[in-house]
């Protein structure tokens, strides 16, 4: 049984704390119909997962833009426009990690666990 304290006074405020912002990727691993599928993995740093959806991103972009007919000019150039940026940001997050030495923290082994 919860029992909570009687207020006298009302607060307009939000008290609740503010909880950290989420990225595309914890929006992916919740939606996972198997859960074991995210847990019993191998530790891939966040950068290098990013950089996969990116390249993968960019890479169906370019071949949807060459499945386009030539009379639509405007919208195949912008989506290869579109799949070179982010082949591009794939490959910044593909180098981050080993051009910026302490960027990421090594992973052990008992961390894992």
């Not at 847990?39 to 949807?64: E, H, N, T, W």
């Not at 150039?77 to 051009?99: M, W």
């Amino acid at each position: 049984m919860n029992i909570s304290k009687i207020q006298t006074t009302q607060n307009f405020y939000n008290t609740q704390q503010n909880k950290p912002k989420r990225e595309f990727i914890d929006i992916i691993a919740d939606n996972v119909k198997n859960p074991r599928d995210v847990q019993d993995c191998v530790a891939v740093p966040r950068g290098i997962f990013k950089a996969y959806i990116y390249l993968m991103a960019g890479s169906g972009l370019l071949s949807v833009s060459n499945f386009l007919p030539q009379k639509w000019k405007g919208v195949r150039t912008s989506l290869n426009v579109l799949g070179a940026l982010l082949g591009i940001v794939s490959a910044v997050y593909f180098a981050k990690p080993f051009a910026i030495k302490g960027l990421s923290p090594t992973v052990e082994k008992d961390n894992i666990k």
